[in-house]
């Protein structure tokens, strides 16, 4: 490949190369509808076309993209159109040309290839060999229509996209090859490869330039160009960002990063290493001539300093760049959080199950917590209970992670469901012995105790690997609970376990019911002065009393649990108000603790949710 070729002259000189913005996102302010087809249109409607291609070339950019991202045979049969396929995008090389013509500029003509719409196997049926000749008859098409190069974009799955650049150097040897890949918001692709698996991949494919476009806006891109240079400091990089991540108001798609904002970022991704730098969805001729005003004027590319410790081989673990979960995010904020408990349904009905939560969800509670067969009795998996209630009430859960009756394999395969079901917030705990309930045959036996299986999760899954060391193949985001009893029979062994747990990376803690403020205090002040600052956020145990002979039998058969007679003696005397007497006891308890928690954590008796909600909006409102 000889550099006779004006991309490749102007890469070789180091200067950035501004690439235009989006073709849809501009289409559909016209009033085109994503109905239509797009690449149809240099057929049927080239003004419309045109247009945008000249607002682009006015705001300063040097390369266009012709309108042919989903001219391909798969696509276009969507449309009954693939006997069209040579002529359109042969018609939109030449409308690109038209317009450059028109223009008196030196602007390239890129020739613009996106994902074929299905998925090549191993992942789907389409094999290797049918993706390439797909490709093959779309560049070639825009090949002998005389592109200057060719772009291969919003890629997605690494198979795709080397078909592409392989289909690219068969037909069209001589053009040069800018292939792009999109990451979604924990920084990989949507078939889970990381940037630098990505980068180096690609770079051996033979692109000449490797690049990162759509995904998020020009922070994401910026530090994920970052870790893709390390991985291959001697590629050029092309980075074309979304204007940030899309939102829907009132009916309409809309991207909150403004002009202002993308030039503000031009210049940090051509000194982070980006030679040809554009816009992507959401992305107007506005975006581009604040980048084009930004490089104008600038000098010799500033090297910023590396982060080499942002980047390591792609074998080894790597920690993950998901966000926190909203509990997490709350407890870090020092946020008064409510969370309740909720146990699985005994049958396949969930109908109760969800109008429950979307009842506490109304109320104001922050997060419901699943419990796993409470009581060691037969119910529902929780990881479906937790995914139910994410997906349909839109409120975020706690699963309660028991040890018992799980080995090594189970406990990983679990929790790997989990976050698959993206259920990041995780309570380990022993779990009921299953003498106590309707299997008492069933194994017993465990492989870990709480703070094992919580090592295992922080210092393991949460780095990239399983117990063994063995690579996962990403780093999972969980945020892991432990359980502290506030009135232990031998408090100096209660802190001595929760020392462990703390060690082993606990993130937040949830307690017994407690009763008694002042002595939860009085304990509390023990454990914060031996565990010193390895204190996590504290959640207070309340479980709402329901008469006076469910008190007595909570102080006098549950482990751990202690009414003090003063209480007992008003639930007694309460009689059929016991359960108006329980609410009006919780909310004194959430008051007198919150000194010393950071929280609330409910349990409803005998899934009277309707109490729940009760003292969760009273709690609320006075709190607030």
């Known amino acids: 490949m000889g550099l006779e070729n004006p991309f490749l002259k102007l890469l070789e000189s180091g200067k950035p190369i501004l690439s235009d913005g989006a073709m849809g996102t501009m289409l559909h302010k016209r009033g085109i509808g994503f109905d239509v087809c797009f690449d149809e249109l240099n057929l049927i409607n080239p003004a419309v076309v045109g247009d945008i291609h000249r607002e682009y070339i006015e705001a300063g950019a040097n390369i266009i993209q012709t309108n042919t991202f989903g001219a391909n045979r798969y696509k276009l049969e969507q449309h009954g159109l693939e006997d069209k396929l040579v002529e359109i995008n042969a018609a939109g090389v030449e409308l690109a040309r038209r317009v450059v013509w028109a223009s008196f500029k030196n602007v390239m003509i890129a020739g613009d290839v996106g994902p074929l719409g299905v998925r090549l196997a191993p992942f789907g049926r389409v094999l290797p060999e049918q993706a390439r000749q797909a490709f093959a008859e ?17 890629m997605t799955d690494l198979y795709e996209v080397r078909e592409a650049i392989a289909a690219s150097r068969q037909v ?13 918001r924990d920084d990989r692709t949507l078939l889970g490869d990381d940037p630098v698996k990505v980068a180096r991949a690609m770079h051996g494919y033979g692109a000449d330039v490797i690049g990162v476009n759509c995904s998020g806006g020009p922070n994401q891109l910026l530090r994920i160009l970052k870790i893709m240079r390390e991985a291959v400091p ?20 809309m991207y909150p990063a403004d002009p202002e904002y993308f030039g503000d970022y031009a210049l940090s991704l051509w000194n982070a290493g980006a030679t040809v730098l554009g816009g992507c969805c959401g992305t107007t001729p506005q975006h581009i001539a604040a980048m084009a005003h930004a490089l104008e004027n600038a000098a010799e590319r500033v090297e910023i300093e590396r982060e080499a410790a942002a980047v390591a081989d792609h074998d080894e673990p790597q920690p993950t760049n998901a966000p926190p979960t909203q509990l997490a995010k709350k407890l870090a904020e020092n946020s008064f959080v409510v969370t309740v408990e909720m146990d699985p349904p005994r049958g396949l ?17 922050d997060v419901i917590d699943v419990a796993d067969s409470p009581m060691a009795r037969m119910r529902m998996s929780p990881w479906a209970v937790c995914s139910l209630l994410q997906r349909r009430i839109g409120v975020e859960t706690v699963l309660h992670f028991p040890t018992r009756g799980r080995n090594l ?9 989990a976050h698959a079901l993206d259920v990041r917030n995780v309570f380990v705990v022993m779990g009921d012995p299953t003498a106590i309930g309707d299997y008492p045959d069933a194994a017993d036996n465990f492989d870990l105790v709480p703070s094992g299986l919580i090592k295992l999760i922080k210092q393991g899954f949460n780095a990239g690997v399983d117990h063994a060391g063995v690579d996962i193949g990403q780093p999972t985001s969980f945020f892991v609970g432990c359980a502290l009893n506030l009135h232990p029979d031998d408090p100096e062994h209660e802190i001595k376990n929760l020392r462990r747990k703390l060690r082993a990376g606990a993130d937040f803690i949830l307690t017994q019911p407690t009763y008694n403020p002042a002595k939860a205090h009085e304990f509390l002040e023990r454990v914060r002065n031996e565990v010193g600052e390895s204190m996590r956020p504290l959640l207070a145990g309340i479980l709402p009393l329901a008469s006076g002979r469910h008190a007595a039998f909570l102080h006098a058969e549950v482990p751990g649990v202690l009414i003090p007679e003063e209480m007992r003696s008003r639930m007694n005397q309460a009689g059929d108000a016991g359960a108006r007497e329980g609410i009006k006891i919780a909310i004194e308890l ?3 603790l919150r000194a010393d928690f950071n929280g609330i954590y409910l349990m409803p008796a005998f899934n009277r949710f309707d109490y729940a909600a009760e003292i969760i909006e009273t709690v609320k409102r006075e709190i607030e």
């Open 590 to 592: 959430a008051h007198a």
């Open 234 to 253: 001697e590629a050029k990089f092309s980075v074309m960002p979304n204007a940030g991540w899309p939102q829907q108001v009132g009916g309409r798609i």
């Open 349 to 365: 009905s969930t109908h109760k199950l969800l109008a429950g939560a979307s009842l506490l969800a109304e109320a104001g509670a």
């Open 409 to 417: 394999l189970r406990v990983q395969g679990d929790l790997l469901a």
């Open 138 to 154: 779309q560049i070639a098409a825009m090949a002998n229509a005389g592109v200057d190069l060719v772009i291969i974009e919003t």
């Open 172 to 184: 069209a040897p001589y053009l040069p090859v800018i292939a792009s890949m999109t990451f979604t």
